[in-house]
């Protein structure tokens, strides 16, 4: 139990008995010298007898050791808390106690104080000498062995070890959901593994690209967020499951160094899936961190600088065509953006024209936004194109090169922004497992988000197919508010069979979409219910401002956002550090921006 | 302890007993106590009687001296520790002892007790001198001196108590006549009085505490026991001398004066709280990082648990005053407040009332309850506080009327105090059993037990065992000996 230093508790109890006992003793003669045993005002139990009175003594003694332990060097503390404790005692007693089990109405009247005050006197002299006696006996114990004032010597079992690994939704649901479980728990410890420090609240990220909310503001630092949890940033070298080692390496430069676990949770995340198309890996910008989000604002920014100067025709409406693939939410949230973040800076740019703008959505579908229903889509269909987004439906991309991009029609777009929103695949680490794997290459799970035939290894998140009951034989999709409750209940399972109880199976409907596409414009489905335009907007921004982890952050986005309807958007580039190959470790970084 | 660090504590104990002793003796010459404690030796001099006092007022300071030896020093701390110290042994040696020894039964009534009053008022200020002597015999230790600007934000602090006291009951009411005294006297004398009380009070609490502890909570209940021994050397001893009305410290004398009483203990939280937000302005706009400690995280940060923790216990406690109010029959003053009468709107003023400051409590004392004990101990103080605030100033207010201060409404009011204490309690208890599994936040789970115990063992080292001790004293003893009958 505890492993505080100190007098071990069974001698507290009896010093607090012991001296209950003495001090009863001196209390109840004086009171008697008083005639306070005997007649109306005495207590009932007086009537009993002395032997009673100090029976009741005794156990106040120890109650009273039990609550106000012994503490080193606190004679002081331990007295007055022992005065204060006299106050209490009184007010239970005298006050109330005593007038219920007389069956007189509780009035707690100046005059029931008033006859009760000699008792008062007498309870706070019996606290005070209980404080004092406490700590003359604990302190002469601990004086005459003082071996007993170190602490003890920690147990040898060594503490159960939960890696969880990947700082997203899922993982930090987990740590979350874990340091709840385990709250008191000290046999348990919990690590945390994740490539960055923070936790990156995914929906707002295409509001970073379009520059309206700062990078830092949708990022929650995990020590915060996590507070219990042993953070390690590092990267996922190799996963040995027989020999449960998790090999992590700093950074690219140092030693890869191993990590044990007794359970661990695969909560990687995705990566863009490029499908080998020729060209998306070395030229597509991808949507996925906030150097992504960061990154991309500042190529735009950097083409609609160039474009300012260019004379070539040709050229210039290269530069000035968005090309994103992917008609999800994703894709057409950042569409819309990216849309309003160059139309609201076009005034600094005397020498471009709208009309030389070009957005472009290819979809491989003939309807976007799949998982919402048909009337919403269309209705986000037809708002876009208002805006004058252009669409290329039921079309795949072929392939990428720096100044084109062609479709698996034959048409070419010529474009020197090509943005990969089109599909993710789990974590390439998964593949070296020794685990069953979905057609997506995600890890196979059963219901309670444990890895299929393993007692020890967890999946949430896009690593994970997690079978939906609701809709047999398919499994649940890889969204963010899956991902946040699979890890709650991989928490509550993980708990569960540290203490002996029973998995619980992951259930969960989804509550509601919600989409915005670009300046006050959105489209949500929650529950049934369908909201567009500036209701399901102002819904969007409510919902995830609240889902923002951390009152700082939203704070910061709320400035953000009201800032906004004051001041233009922002154009400044700052290109990031390139640092001289003399440096030690340096090394010349490629500048996107112009 | 051994016999080395024995005697670093009695030394500077025994200074501060002689100190208290002289203080407290000049107050016996006009009460003529000095016969009976001659009485020990058996004769009836005064002379001898003085110098017997003397003698036991010395050897009392050395046991304040080795009782507070290993808590922290400054005079924030010893102050406190001297006035529970002095409080207790005028239950012990008073009250108790004192006949035993000179032969005559021991009497433990409200009678004896009023009897013994000004025996009580001279107790406290012994003990309030000797602790400050106390701690500057012993040296400052690790609190801050006070320089010339800490000084100056107490004094505009105490000045801003006061004024903003004054708006708030009204210019019609006198309650902060710095003693019944000055009821007569024209309202710019009163006024200019009243300034110089809270200049007073404000440097007075400055010197205390050059640097007030972070915590919001802790530093409000130093205030309000602060503000009671304003009120004892102010109202009860100092100005009556000024006036040369002698010693006004028979029962019905301050009977009379308990008027004034709530008055200073809202004035003394009031300094308090104005005390720390004027230093922690100046700390969070003009000191770096590096003078902030670790618990300086940010009045934003945690905070949003912390009240909502407050929240849930506020129900908790206000559930516990429920059964209070019904049975004295409270509620439906309480659905006065808005204007109904049913007892079941005025249960649920009431628990909106205590959802409210139980939110408060929870921002204002995070992280400052280490075990039940203290718990116990904040909440209860809390809410007497919040009774002085609430139930005899505010509610009488809103309802149209003044506020209710004099004796005899305190001892109408005596069921809610009761009721507010055990608010308080429930209150305190709950939220620290929310708090227990997650504070302090920044520690892994690994780190925690050892922690625990560290930091428990840390904040006793501060008085606030002692702040407790003179809260509840306040509320319990102060109320009953004085507004009981005579004689009773």
Redesign the interface.
């Given at each position: 139990m505890?492993?505080?230093?100190g007098a071990p508790r069974a001698l507290e109890l009896l010093a607090g008995a012991a001296t209950g006992l003495l001090a009863g003793a001196a209390v109840v003669a004086?009171?008697a010298?008083?005639g306070?045993t005997a007649g109306p005002s005495a207590l009932p139990e007086a009537e009993l007898g002395v032997a009673p009175l100090l029976a009741l003594s005794v156990l106040a003694g120890a109650v009273f050791a039990a609550?106000?332990?012994h503490?080193?060097?606190?004679?002081?503390?331990t007295?007055?808390?022992g005065?204060?404790?006299g106050?209490?005692w009184?007010?239970v007693r005298s006050?109330t106690l005593l007038p219920l089990l007389a069956g007189e109405?509780?009035?707690?009247?100046?005059?029931e104080?008033?006859a009760a005050?000699?008792f008062?006197?007498?309870d706070?002299?019996f606290g005070?000498l209980l404080g004092l006696g406490l700590h003359a006996f604990v302190s002469l114990y601990l004086r005459l062995r003082p071996a007993a004032a170190r602490?003890p010597e920690p147990k040898g079992r060594p503490?159960t070890r939960v890696v969880v690994l990947g700082g997203g939704f899922g993982g930090v649901a987990v740590a979350q959901g874990l340091e709840r479980r385990?709250?008191?728990?000290?046999g348990?410890?919990?690590t945390l593994v994740s490539d960055s420090n923070y936790l990156l609240f995914t929906p707002m990220l295409a509001e970073v690209a379009s520059g309206s909310l700062e990078p830092r503001h949708i990022s929650a630092p995990l020590r915060a967020a996590c507070?219990?949890?042993?953070l390690r940033r590092a990267q996922v070298e190799g996963i040995d499951i027989s020999a449960r080692t998790v090999w992590l390496r700093e950074t690219a430069t140092d030693p890869a160094v191993p990590l044990l676990y007794d359970h661990l949770v695969l909560a990687l995340g995705g990566v863009p899936d490029y499908r080998a198309i020729p060209g998306l890996a070395e030229h597509a910008f991808a949507l996925k961190t906030l150097e992504d989000a960061a990154g991309l604002r500042d190529h735009l920014i950097g083409l609609l600088e160039r474009a300012d100067a260019e004379t070539n025709v040709e050229e210039r409406r290269r530069q000035l065509t968005v090309v994103v693939t992917g008609g999800g939410f994703a894709g057409a949230e950042l569409v819309a953006e990216l849309f309003d973040l160059v139309h609201g800076v076009l005034h600094h740019y005397p020498h471009l024209e709208r009309g030389e703008l070009r957005f472009v959505l290819v979809h491989s579908r003939d309807r976007i936004l799949p998982e919402i229903s048909d009337g919403l889509a269309a209705y986000a269909l037809a708002k876009l194109r208002d805006k004058g987004i252009e669409f290329r439906l039921s079309r795949r991309v072929a392939a990428l090169d720096p100044e084109e991009v062609e479709l698996d029609d034959g048409e070419r777009l010529s474009t020197r922004t090509l943005v990969w929103t089109a599909g993710n695949r789990p974590h390439p680490l998964l593949a070296d497992l020794p685990f069953t794997r979905s057609r997506a290459g995600a890890v196979v799970c059963d219901a309670t988000t444990q890895v299929a035939d393993t007692s020890s290894v967890w999946a949430v998140g896009d690593c994970a197919a997690i079978p939906d009951p609701d809709a047999p034989g398919t499994d649940y999709p890889t969204t963010a508010q899956h991902a946040l409750r699979e890890g709650a209940v991989t928490a509550v399972n993980i708990a569960g069979t540290l203490q002996g109880r029973p998995a619980r199976p992951f259930r969960y409907r989804s509550v509601g979409m919600l989409v915005v596409l670009g300046h006050q414009q959105a489209v949500a489905e929650i529950r049934g219910l369908r909201f567009s335009g500036l209701t399901a907007w102002l819904l969007w921004r409510g919902i995830y401002l609240a889902k923002l982890p951390g009152?700082?952050r939203k704070?910061r986005v709320l400035l953000d956002w009201t800032l906004d309807l004051f001041f233009p958007r922002d154009i400044v580039v700052v290109p990031p550090a390139r640092r001289s190959a003399d440096l030690p470790g340096g090394r010349d970084q490629l500048e996107r921006a112009a | 302890m051994n016999g080395a660090a024995g005697r670093a504590a009695v030394l500077p104990g025994a200074l501060a007993g002689l100190a208290g002793g002289l203080v407290f003796g000049a107050a016996m010459v006009p009460l003529g106590m000095l016969p009976t404690v001659a009485s020990l030796v058996r004769t009836d001099a005064a002379a001898v009687g003085l110098v017997v006092h003397l003698a036991v007022a010395v050897a009392l300071g050395a046991g304040l001296g080795l009782l507070v030896a290993g808590q922290r020093s400054g005079p924030g701390e010893t102050l406190f520790w001297g006035l529970a110290y002095g409080a207790s042994w005028w239950f012990l040696g008073s009250l108790t002892l004192l006949p035993l020894v000179g032969g005559r039964p021991v009497d433990w009534s409200v009678a004896a007790a009023q009897a013994g009053f000004p025996s009580l008022l001279g107790h406290l200020l012994y003990g309030a001198v000797a602790g400050l002597v106390l701690a500057l015999a012993r040296g400052r230790g690790e609190g801050a001196r006070p320089t010339a600007g800490v000084v100056l934000r107490g004094g505009l602090a105490g000045l801003a108590a006061v004024a903003a006291l004054v708006v708030l009951l009204g210019p019609g009411f006198e309650p902060l006549a710095l003693s019944i005294g000055m009821r007569g006297r024209p309202s710019g004398v009163a006024a200019a009085a009243n300034a110089l009380l809270g200049l007073v009070a404000g440097v007075g609490f400055a010197l205390l505490y050059p640097r007030p502890p972070a915590a919001a909570g802790p530093t409000l209940v130093r205030g309000t026991a602060y503000g009671f021994l304003l009120w004892v050397v102010a109202a009860l001893t100092v100005v009556p001398l000024l006036e040369g009305a002698g010693l006004t410290w028979s029962v019905s004398q301050v009977r009379d004066g308990f008027v004034t009483l709530p008055g200073y203990l809202l004035l003394g939280t009031a300094v308090a709280l104005l005390h720390r937000t004027v230093g922690r302005l100046w700390r969070l706009l003009f000191s770096g990082p590096a003078q902030r400690g670790a618990e300086d995280e940010g009045p934003g940060a945690r905070g949003l648990r912390a009240v909502g923790r407050g929240a849930v216990a506020g129900i908790a406690g206000g559930l516990l005053f429920t059964v209070v109010m019904v049975q004295i029959g409270f509620l439906g003053t309480v659905a006065a407040l808005v204007g109904a009468t049913s007892d079941l709107t005025g249960f649920a003023v009431h628990l909106a009332i205590s959802v409210v400051i139980g939110a408060s409590y929870g921002l204002a004392f995070r992280a400052q309850t280490y075990d039940p004990a203290s718990g116990l101990g904040w909440g209860a103080a809390y809410g007497l506080l919040w009774w002085v605030l609430g139930a005899i100033t505010l509610l009488p207010v809103l309802l149209g009327g003044t506020p209710q201060w004099s004796a005899a409404a305190a001892a109408d009011a005596f069921p809610s105090l009761v009721g507010h204490l055990a608010y308080g309690a429930g209150l305190g208890l709950v939220y620290h059993a929310l708090e227990a599994r997650f504070s302090p936040w920044w520690l892994t789970r690994s780190q925690l037990e050892s922690q625990r115990v560290e930091r428990r063992r840390e904040v006793l080292l501060t008085a606030a065992p002692a702040v407790w001790f003179v809260i509840l004293l306040v509320a319990l003893v102060i109320p009953v000996v004085l507004a009981a009958p005579a004689g009773a």
């Open positions: 505890a492993t505080a230093p004086l009171e010298a008083q306070m609550v106000f332990r503490r080193p060097g606190g004679l002081a503390a007295v007055v808390g005065l204060v404790a106050f209490i009184w007010v006050l109405p509780l009035t707690w009247s100046l005059a104080a008033t005050f000699p008062l006197v007498g706070l002299l005070g602490a503490p385990l709250a008191g728990a000290t348990v410890e919990v507070p219990r949890t042993v009152l700082e704070v | -």
